[in-house]
């Protein structure tokens, strides 16, 4: 870090605006300010010289903010030697921040925006990703990177765990308004990861075939009443969304499901008896299963099957 | 068609002496030339980069394949394959296909000759010697595109020759270009065929950036007829869209007035199958195609493949149109299962790999 100098500064000497070196992203104050007012600050901010009135943070951030909103005037801070590049400032701030703690996935889409100033791709993926916690591979790289540039209210669901973080970049790609209305969709359906994941790429999909935006389906007459019917819970309202965007998506796909879900219903095989088609029809196994108590329900099962074999529908699925 | 050109080449110090590499040293004055001992760094520098498949296309490595040359083709046991032995002597593709596999397939980004082709020859020699009873039914153009870069290589004047003197080979090139300059006086014996890839025009211009027209290419295949070489045809990808039938249909229609389908040995179909990794590269690289929106489900080997019933639709309509012009044309499906070969042909005629190996196997003997 070269040679530091301790001073007592004007806390409005500070730059707090100027985040060239800071990393910090979705935080709240009330611990530390609570602990600042019994305890004091023990470990002086970092800063670094910008102007000869001014000085940028390095390290502190936070301790800063709770300063200038508790009214301190004046703080005794560490101020880095003039000498010092700017990567190497910039690093310095990060191996604090990850010293003591794990940051977000945002604070670690900031960090490697800016580290892009310094170093090529190849030398983040391999050496900073590590660091960072995340695997060294490109492809990681494309999905983190985005996040820092998503809007304020995305950013913060990613941090507090409602959205993830590849669904949150995935958002990118999409127009603001967009955006917007998936986002919405998103937060009052409360999916799990997959499923976000699930409900963006249909929606990418179907815009992109059909050449129209979200919007276009999203506001469709279908979805809406089922966002606002006050008969289904969450969870329903959740997986009768995504039926409504796979059957978009997967007309032929669906429609064979249905077909074949008709064609088992007529079947009347009853509870006992289990019969699945292949995965996604690609295979061309099906599969009957049954349960029986005893020699006569065996029968019975055993003459229910016996009789699919005869049945024209079933027959047209399986042999086309 | 605009030849390939690199704006760099690299050449590993082990086959700095090789006959490739003086082909494509002379072929490419003035291309600035770098002899390294150990590729890696160069390899890491490429990937380094913003878009390394991009970048990688500009870089031309000439290095050595410490592996074997000949490979089984990489069929999966669910789907039934042609049987074909792969002859790498390079890697990558200048012509920019969105859909094209590689993209997700080759670890190193840079185009890749393997240049000690002595090596290769030796290879050859002991491995065709081991069954002389059985056809090598041999392809190159399976991790490249077989004559993309042979204005540079010469790649072609060396292996023709050299199969025109064995008996029990089928050498397929297979290509999109047009680039058949050196293969015009060159002698074969019959022991090579030329096959082109086609799809409709539409597809082709969408889709296959820097490869030549339909129209260019069966310019080519009828040059080639002309000096006595059998010919294959591709429909591989099949690419389902709204005109798709009507696309295929003026594809044959061209096809088939300028080509004798007595001189075509055979004429494959495959529909369009993908990694699920490819589908991002695709997205980002080429965000205008639209055919990975398509209705596509995980087939039994991993990969994505079109709803069963769209394939055979696709297949059921190309068998039809392709009969109307030759009924006894061979046809065959690329990595299907055997139910959809019943449902396409209407018979149970190719139960597995084997079945179809052997078909293949008699129709490129009849010379
Ligand atoms: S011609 Fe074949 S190898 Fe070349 S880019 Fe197209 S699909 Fe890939």
Partial sequence: MGNVEYKQLDIKSIDLTDTTFVITYGFTLTQLKKSIEKIGILNPPLVKKKSREQYSIVCGYKRLLVCQDMGIEKLRCAIMGQGIEEKDTFLTGLFDNLSHRVLNPVEKSITISKLQKYYSGEVIVKKFLPLLGLNPHYSVLDRIKPLSGLDAKVKDAVVDGRIDEGAAAKLLNFSEKDRELLFQLLSVLRFSKNKQNEIIDNSYDIAKRDGCSISDFLNAKGLKEILTDSDLNIPQKGNRVRYFLRKLRYPKIIKAEKDFMEVRRKLNLGDTIKLTSPPSFEGDRYCIEFQFENMDDLEENLKKIASIKHNKEFKRIIEG | ?367
């Fill in chain 2, 1 to 367: 068609m605009v030849r390939y050109i690199p704006s760099k080449i690299i050449v590993d110090t082990k086959v700095r002496d090789s006959l490739l590499t003086h082909n494509i040293l002379n072929n490419l004055p003035g291309v600035p030339v770098e002899y390294v001992a150990d590729t890696s760094t160069a390899i890491d520098a490429i990937r380094g980069r913003k878009d390394p498949l991009y970048a990688g296309k500009k870089v031309l490595l000439l290095t050595e394949n410490r592996g074997r040359f000949l490979k089984p083709c990489p069929g999966t046991k669910e789907y039934i394959c042609c049987g074909y032995r792969i002859l790498n002597f390079a890697t990558n593709c200048n012509l920019e296909c969105s859909y094209c596999i590689l993209q997700s397939y080759l670890n190193n980004p840079a185009m890749v000759v393997y240049a000690n082709i002595e090596d290769m020859f030796a290879e050859l020699e002991d491995e065709l010697s081991q069954d002389s009873e059985s056809i090598y039914r041999i392809g190159t153009g399976e991790f490249t595109d077989s004559l993309a870069l042979d204005h540079l290589t010469g790649f072609a004047k060396l292996i023709l020759p050299y199969f025109a003197h064995k008996q029990n080979v089928i050498l397929e090139l297979k290509t999109k270009t047009d680039n058949i300059g050196n293969l015009i006086d060159l002698q074969h014996n019959g022991n090579t065929m030329v096959s082109w890839s086609l799809n409709t025009e539409e597809v082709a211009k969408r889709e296959e950036l820097f490869a030549p027209s339909i129209d260019d290419r069966i310019e080519a295949a009828f040059k080639c007829q002309n000096v006595g070489y059998r010919l294959g045809f591709h429909f591989d990808p099949l690419i389902y869209y709204p005109g798709w039938e009507e696309g295929y249909q003026r594809t044959l229609e061209r096809l088939f007035a300028r080509i004798d389908t007595r001189n075509v040995s055979w004429i494959s179909m495959g529909g369009l199958r993908f990694l699920p990794e490819l589908k991002p590269i695709i997205q980002k690289r080429f965000p205008q195609s639209k055919i990975i929106y398509e209705e596509f489900v995980p087939g039994m080997d991993g990969k994505m493949r079109y709803f069963k019933p769209i394939r055979i639709e696709m297949y059921s309509r190309m068998l039809e149109w392709i009969r109307d012009y030759d009924p006894k044309l061979c046809v065959y499906l690329c990595m299907e299962s055997r139910e959809v070969w019943k449902k396409v042909f209407k018979e149970d005629r190719v139960e597995n790999s084997e079945n179809l190996a052997k078909i293949l196997d008699d129709t490129g003997d009849k010379k």
